[in-house]
């Protein structure tokens, strides 16, 4: 093989192509990876996952320290320094950066820093950091280039007053007030973690509820939680214009007449495929008419030996563990691997405050498919351990088909919902009854204990649909 030809050429090692390259190395074959940024791993380490999760872990031990000492005060000074809530951060990333330079090594995926565009579909043009050009030759050629947040001309972001979820944690201190744009996972992880710490935060949502996709009751759990904080949510609302006031404020101004003013805002009105820059017609590809590269479900394009992982599908549920799979499963079917059914069991983990989960089928969805599905519920404030904790802001929701045997799915808002659901996502994988919950001892005190609770609920409404039927 020629020195700048390569099996697989992967494009971005952010989730989706990290573990693209990976299982092609695994496989044998000769992988690099390209990535444009200083270091690997994509938005998911340096402006996602990693830093919000960093923010989010201090507004909860605030929250902790404030549940546990009757002393303290429980104020934080907004005068904060950002640094300061983010102390762990440089830290974290660093141990990221280096397991993931470490598992490329040890792997023997070749990693080379630059820009990467198609010049045919089996050339690549790595554009290095000096301006150079080199061509690289692939049989199989991997995009994982990833997303940046969604822009529009009405809202005009400066990165100091009006910022977007690449540039939020840039800001100096914490701010007094913040207004959110927006009613999806980013807005409202933003939107809880800094009600948390104490700043006051208008969301505003074109939508009648944040989080339309996840299940009403469950979201409703959340959106209580956030008002007593002192937030607000102004749903079904359209933002005309936005201005910083060149003194305090940004104002925004709604369709209705109202006007919203804040210290910052952050908007969060989803995100665009990182696309543009691939010159994709060299590679003869075309995009569909929402402005998305069209794959099956492993990924491939129309173009048999291209694949497309991650973000920048541009598809729900935008996730690092979805982005992932859909790496892994794109270089098993190039590679004729087996690519298994994962796919179809990806659990949904929003880490608001509280948290939300969901795998399966929510009520509303099962209702749609079945006449009369059957639905347990377990509220934290039931569960010793909702009560020990102080977080009873919770609610654990088992659906069941109309017999109330079968399990349909789970819907989990409150502490640790995001683990709990993987305990649901098994059972469902599993085709595990709703009896096997009731047959099982959890630990106690436990949030899972919320599974067994729920189990019981369904089992007395199944008794009770039972004997009326035999009644009637
Ligand atoms: C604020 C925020 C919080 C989030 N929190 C979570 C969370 O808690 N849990 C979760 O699962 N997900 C979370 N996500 C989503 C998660 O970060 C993404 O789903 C994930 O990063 C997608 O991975 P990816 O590999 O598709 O793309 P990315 O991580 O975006 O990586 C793409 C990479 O491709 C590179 N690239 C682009 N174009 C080129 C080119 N032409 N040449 C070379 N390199 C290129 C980019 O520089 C980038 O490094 C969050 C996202 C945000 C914004």
Redesign the pocket.
Known sequence: MPPNAYDIVV????????KAAIQGAKAGKKVVL????QGI????VY???I???TLRETALQFERLKRSSEVFEGRLRLDVPMSVLLHRLDEVVKAHECYMADQLTRNNVIYRH????FLSPNEVELQTIDGACQALWADTIVL????RPRSIPEIPVDHEHVLD?DSILSMIYLPRSLTVLGGG??AC??ASTFALLGVEVTLIDRAQRPLSFMDAEIVEVFQRSIERQGGRFYVGQTVKEVAWDGVSSVVARLANGMAVKSEKMLVALG?QP?IE??NLEAAGLTLDEKGRIPVNEYGQTLVSHIFA????LGRPP??????MED?RRAVSHALGLPVGDSLNQVPI?I?TIPEIASIGLDEEQAAARYRGPLVGRARFTEIAKGQITGACDGLLKLIADPSGERLLGVQIVGEHATELIHLGQMALQDGATIDRFIDSIFSFPTFAEGYRVAALDILGQRRKRQSTTQAA
């Open positions: 494009v971005g090692s952010g989730p989706a192509g990290q390209i990535e444009q940024e791993g994509g938005n998911c402006r996602g996952t830093p919000s999760k630059g820009r990467a565009r994982a280039t990833g997303s979820s996972v980013i992880e933003y995100r990182n820059e691939l992982a991650g973000d920048m935008a996730l690092a563990s979805q982005a790496g983990g880490y």
